[in-house]
């Protein structure tokens, strides 16, 4: 039987791979993408959303989006790479007639508590960029959260130095909480399960020309490839790790991570805003992702984007 997924993001390059694995999992049942103004400016992530999905035939979730502002904007030198997505030449291919989705676009807060509503089992949620829209849902309808499974989250650091360097931050918070603390404590807040997959596991997986290299190699005869390789080759020459796609990969093989419980909670104010604090009294129990099969985790990649 198939797994319930929710993946509520922000529209980057990693989160659109992250999503493309979860759509081509056989044992995973994408219900709905939904995108917020974190890494991106939501429309373009949503028009190249469309596209993807459209130049892959692919079928299922509604796609959604939300322009509601975050506490901590990220920079838009970042966010304007949404724009350059949206034009890529690849996408120039398809057909606008054949766009993936027609009818009026909903707001992510809604399609995810829709989700919620009517499901006959509980949905696990996989959040790879802000939790402002997944905050928003459990602001307006907190019984919601029986319907959670548990949360998968790419965010936070645990015992390792932060990713964010603001005026105002101290550098020990992880961009995703930082942008909106407020919305992560109210998520940490629910007591439902989490796995957390922080800058402590990231960290060791840089993404690597190396690997780019394998993934162009499957090009030839995999569209999702050559997408893929695409998508990684506009952030080839800077710093980048398989954030999102990590995540996404804790639902898909749980199997290839080892899980550390520690009690955290999140900061909201000050210059550690958004840092997951460690607590040995008071916080809540969190499975964080400690390490992951390297290898393992690259031929999942690759299995799956060979299989489109």
Request: proline share 6%; hydrophobic share 40%.
């Amino acid at each position: 039987m198939s797994l319930p997924v929710i993946h509520d993001n922000d529209g980057h390059v990693d989160d659109l791979l992250a999503a493309l694995l979860l759509w081509l999992a056989p044992g995973v049942d994408l219900q709905a993408v939904t995108i917020t103004a974190g890494d991106s400016y939501p429309d373009q992530s949503f028009s190249a959303f469309l596209k993807m999905a459209t130049f892959l035939d692919l079928e299922g979730p509604e796609i959604a989006y939300s322009e509601d502002e975050v506490v901590n904007p990220f920079p838009d030198s970042w966010r304007s790479e949404s724009r350059l997505v949206n034009g890529m030449p690849l996408f120039s291919e398809i057909s606008l007639k054949s766009a993936y989705q027609q009818g009026p676009v909903r707001k992510s807060h809604s399609v995810i508590s829709d989700c919620l509503s009517h499901t006959k089992e509980p949905i696990t949620i996989v959040s790879t960029g802000p939790l402002t829209n997944v905050a928003k849902v459990f602001d307006d309808r907190p019984e919601l959260k029986s319907k959670v499974k548990e949360f998968v989250i790419m965010g936070g650091a645990i015992n390792v130095p932060g990713n964010v360097e603001q005026d105002n931050s101290d550098g020990s918070a992880e961009w995703n909480l930082y942008a909106d603390p407020p919305a992560a404590k109210t998520i940490f807040d629910l007591n439902v399960p989490i796995k957390l997959v922080s800058l402590d596991v990231t960290n060791q997986l840089p993404f690597s020309k190396d690997f780019l290299e394998r993934v162009q190699a499957q090009a030839e005869t995999s569209r999702a490839s050559r997408l893929a390789a695409t998508l990684w080759s506009l952030v080839k020459s800077i710093q980048y790790y398989f954030w999102d796609t990590l995540t996404v990969a804790c639902v898909i093989r749980p199997s290839l991570f080892e899980f550390k419980d520690v009690k955290v909670d999140v900061l909201t104010s000050g210059m550690s805003q958004g840092k997951t604090a460690g607590r040995l009294l008071g916080g809540r129990k969190v499975k964080f992702a400690s390490t992951v099969d390297k290898d393992g985790f690259k031929e999942l990649l690759l299995e799956l984007l060979r299989s489109r």
